[in-house]
């Protein structure tokens, strides 16, 4: 992955690879010993282990860090035995080229520069040993978080009787993050509903009106796969900015109405055959002719 030169930080070696820290953490001596005692390694047998995350290489890890007395999240990554040959030797032919948790570290300080709440990274490394599958790890604070925007807006139409205009309100206001991203050179990649958490209480949907709706907060979470687009043609960013929004889905938005919303005025004819293009799969011809249930 490109990463700009102001973000690009040189990592630090410890017994088994290496390791980079947030700059608001690199003085602190006490994590920094964490990493290089092998603490991890305890954390992920003795700590609260999360539900499995929606990949099989992903491990969800939620404990206090006593060394920076937080809530924490570490997100192991490795290649699955669950997987069959074919998809473990896939996974690690990519992984010579890319590490996710790696993306998600630097996407996750390039938001919070340009004012993009997401959860705090705190830490990235590697562990690689000849006797195991390397595995990969990300550290970032424990945001919290009512429900996705995804959940939100699912659960409005069976309460609020003005869900349907609150719900448009949400997804005006994700689409205004994600054009904001998209401005400053930044491309989420899966900027689904569901990987916005709301972190403003809630505590009666069916009360919820317009102006709350306006008022609510959101972390954008998982961002391996976030890329850099500062040095690409502005042709080839505007096509690649409209892809990552064939991802963007609210239940009850249809996709030109949020590629709308994104843009701020209203699609041109070429816009909307991009989009389409896209959404049925891109230069993947097998996806064109393949059955997917995966819509709102």
């Given at each position: 992955m490109h990463i700009p030169e102001k973000l690009h930080q040189t990592p630090r070696?410890?017994?088994?690879?290496?390791?980079?820290?947030?700059?608001?953490?690199?003085?602190?001596?006490?994590?920094?010993?964490?990493?290089?005692?092998?603490?991890f390694e305890q954390a992920e047998t003795d700590y609260n282990r999360m539900q499995l995350h929606s990949r099989k290489r992903n491990n969800l890890y939620s404990f206090t860090l006593p060394v920076i007395v937080k809530e924490v999240l570490l997100m192991v990554s490795r290649i699955s035995d669950d997987y069959k040959w074919y998809r473990r030797l896939n996974l690690w032919l990519v992984g010579l080229f890319k590490d996710y948790s790696l993306n998600a570290y630097y996407g996750g300080i390039a938001l919070e520069k340009i004012g993009i709440k997401s959860p705090k990274v705190i830490a990235h490394w590697d562990c690689k040993r000849q006797t195991e599958a390397s595995k990969s790890y990300l550290m970032y604070e424990k945001a919290d978080a009512t429900m996705t925007a995804l959940t939100l807006c699912r659960e409005l139409p069976k309460v609020n009787s003005d869900a349907t205009n609150i719900i448009a309100g949400i997804a005006k206001k994700l689409a205004a993050i994600v054009r904001h991203i998209h401005q400053h050179n930044?491309?989420?990649?899966?900027?689904?509903?569901?990987?916005?958490?709301?972190?403003?209480?809630?505590?009666?949907?069916?009360?919820?009106?317009?102006q709350d709706c306006r008022n609510l907060e959101f972390h954008l979470i998982d961002l391996d796969k976030i890329s850099f687009s500062d040095q690409?043609?502005?042709?080839?960013?505007?096509?690649?900015?409209?892809?990552?929004?064939?991802?963007?889905?609210?239940?009850g938005v249809d996709s030109i109405t949020c590629l709308k919303l994104y843009l701020d005025r209203s699609p041109t004819l070429t816009e909307k055959l991009i989009l389409k293009f896209w959404m049925r799969g891109g230069f993947n011809i097998y996806k064109w002719f393949k059955r997917t249930n995966k819509r709102i």
């Amino acid at each position: 992955m490109h990463i700009p030169e102001k973000l690009h930080q040189t990592p630090r070696h410890y017994a088994l690879g290496k390791y980079i820290i947030h700059p608001d953490y690199k003085n602190n001596k006490g994590l920094e010993d964490w990493i290089n005692n092998l603490a991890f390694e305890q954390a992920e047998t003795d700590y609260n282990r999360m539900q499995l995350h929606s990949r099989k290489r992903n491990n969800l890890y939620s404990f206090t860090l006593p060394v920076i007395v937080k809530e924490v999240l570490l997100m192991v990554s490795r290649i699955s035995d669950d997987y069959k040959w074919y998809r473990r030797l896939n996974l690690w032919l990519v992984g010579l080229f890319k590490d996710y948790s790696l993306n998600a570290y630097y996407g996750g300080i390039a938001l919070e520069k340009i004012g993009i709440k997401s959860p705090k990274v705190i830490a990235h490394w590697d562990c690689k040993r000849q006797t195991e599958a390397s595995k990969s790890y990300l550290m970032y604070e424990k945001a919290d978080a009512t429900m996705t925007a995804l959940t939100l807006c699912r659960e409005l139409p069976k309460v609020n009787s003005d869900a349907t205009n609150i719900i448009a309100g949400i997804a005006k206001k994700l689409a205004a993050i994600v054009r904001h991203i998209h401005q400053h050179n930044i491309r989420h990649g899966d900027p689904h509903s569901g990987n916005f958490l709301v972190t403003s209480n809630l505590h009666d949907l069916k009360e919820l009106t317009i102006q709350d709706c306006r008022n609510l907060e959101f972390h954008l979470i998982d961002l391996d796969k976030i890329s850099f687009s500062d040095q690409e043609k502005p042709w080839k960013k505007k096509l690649l900015d409209i892809r990552c929004m064939r991802r963007f889905r609210v239940p009850g938005v249809d996709s030109i109405t949020c590629l709308k919303l994104y843009l701020d005025r209203s699609p041109t004819l070429t816009e909307k055959l991009i989009l389409k293009f896209w959404m049925r799969g891109g230069f993947n011809i097998y996806k064109w002719f393949k059955r997917t249930n995966k819509r709102i």
